[in-house]
């Protein structure tokens, strides 16, 4: 699943270094780590300070599980787009003659997983779709501006312990008209590159495109890019060639707008664009940059983050 | 998929409350919420509560993501004995022209899921299952004690605002002798008992059992029952006749030591118990005793959750 670059072996001694040292914990599968408590403290003291940095934002705190309903994903057009990144949920419908059968499976190896049908849920791709079903209708003069942080799910392997299977993003999403719209995004790149600064980061602001699937992915990326509607903040954690993206602002132009059916208070279709910081990616990126023992951070780095 | 109880009446009506307050978010799903920032900041407050009261305990924290591997959860007994609650997780591994196929499907609202096959993992059905994996080998003299947090996924739609099919469960999880075991089960069932009675929510014991599936669950529950192998703390939430389960005290005896390979210092089969505080749960408990003004709670509530 993995396609080897350069920075593998870099990976993989970070990787190592991580495990030995108890930040994370292995599993058996890549991309999916226990989090020992020194991990949760600073994904947690960032996520934090990412809400302290908003509070001028206003922002309608809402919280999602990890999971969305089947009827929406189907409609936000992430099949299209990422149909390689989706994890969708099934569960057991049958009888105890059917249980049976299940077990039977189990026993001899067999793919007992074929006993279970989609359910009504999928899991969350990011922490932002929730939302938009949400404020369906028509919006206040203002628009709205959201706060959301979820547990989203991309199935891609990697031993990039960067590139996690199941990682969480805390997301500002802001809904409304173009120019309310383009304000925030730009807010919020300056002021995402100046967070990461702050706790001694080495970031950088560059135009990038989603992982679109296949040929017409290809298409759908350079076009994005063309129109310049996704920015990354990246910051190098195995590599300096091919730093990690730890924070990435979207700007979605109509797009759920038109899909969930939300209008800007003249009528017309709502714009939609969020920043979202990868609490996973960024707590990697700090302990890659400061080392794993937190009394030897710098001062500046513990007092912004209140640690 | 509900059963119609007397208690329903009493579920629609406070749900209904808690999303014209938007305390719940409705999703179209019953039993998967968004939460609203009030709903967040009441849980935020007991779970740090649970993690105070935990002090003296000494516990290795671990977080684990709302998903485990596929190789332990079959390792687990899960599928024997709950497989109607499981949800595992597929995903898409075709090509391109299989992707067009998928999205013909999704087009002509056909099941497009049979394009998707089961990944690696699975939702965790509780909190502390990554648990015993992580300690196979031999255990120091002492055992081990873990504090977990993580959601979990039961796949039971209720219309019950206290049943919903993903929540989150803070727990502790002891592993070592049968004496420190069961030590460890009746401090936390006194424990518990005191910090919901501490935050007004009328709460009392009961002997009580899993909801295993079919005929040999049947009897399997009653074993459970007979051996006093789980308690629960209730908790009147829509009815008084039936009190909700806030916090459940499993007593395994050695069943995961076996499954897991995990043995006391002496070479014997470790016995392992949890408890666990369901989050949502007594979140809902709360509003329910104390309404949706936090103002208006009792000043010795507030001052015991730090609110």
Not at 117 to 146: E, H, K, Q
């Amino acid at each position: 699943m993995t396609s080897v670059t350069s920075a593998e072996p870099a990976y993989k001694e970070y990787l190592d270094a991580l495990l030995d040292a108890g930040v994370l914990i292995y599993t058996g599968v890549d991309g999916v780590y226990g989090k020992g408590g020194i991990f949760e403290r600073v994904l947690d003291a960032f996520d934090r300070y990412v809400t302290r940095m908003g509070t001028d934002q206003h922002a309608t705190v809402l919280r999602f599980p990890p999971v969305i309903t089947k009827k929406n994903f189907e409609k936000s057009d992430y099949l299209k787009s990422f149909p390689h990144l989706a994890g969708t949920v099934h569960s057991f419908n049958g009888n105890e003659r059917e249980h049976v059968d299940l077990l039977s499976k189990l026993e001899q190896g067999d793919d007992w997983t074929t006993h279970f049908v989609s359910s009504d849920v999928v899991l969350t791709p990011a922490a932002c779709y929730p939302v938009y079903p949400t404020v369906a209708g028509t919006l206040p003069p203002d628009g709205r501006l959201f706060d959301v942080m979820s547990y989203c799910f991309r199935h891609e392997p990697s031993i990039d312990p960067s590139r996690m299977q199941i990682f969480r993003m805390h997301e500002y999403v802001r809904v409304g008209n173009p120019s309310h719209v383009r304000a925030f995004r730009d807010l919020w790149l300056d002021r995402g590159l100046a967070m990461l600064r702050a706790v001694g980061l080495d970031a950088r602001q560059e135009v990038a495109n989603d992982p679109f699937f296949g040929r017409t992915g290809k298409m759908l990326a350079v076009n994005q890019r063309d129109q310049a509607l996704k920015f990354e903040l990246v910051v190098p954690v195995c590599s300096t060639e091919k730093p990690t993206a730890v924070v990435s602002c979207n700007y979605h132009q109509d797009h759920f707008g038109e899909t969930f059916g939300i209008h800007q208070h003249d009528g017309t279709l709502a714009h939609t664009a969020c920043v979202g910081f990868g609490l996973e990616r960024i707590t990697l990126a700090l302990f890659k940059t400061h080392g794993f023992d937190l009394a030897a951070w710098p001062v500046s780095v513990t007092q912004t983050l209140e640690l």
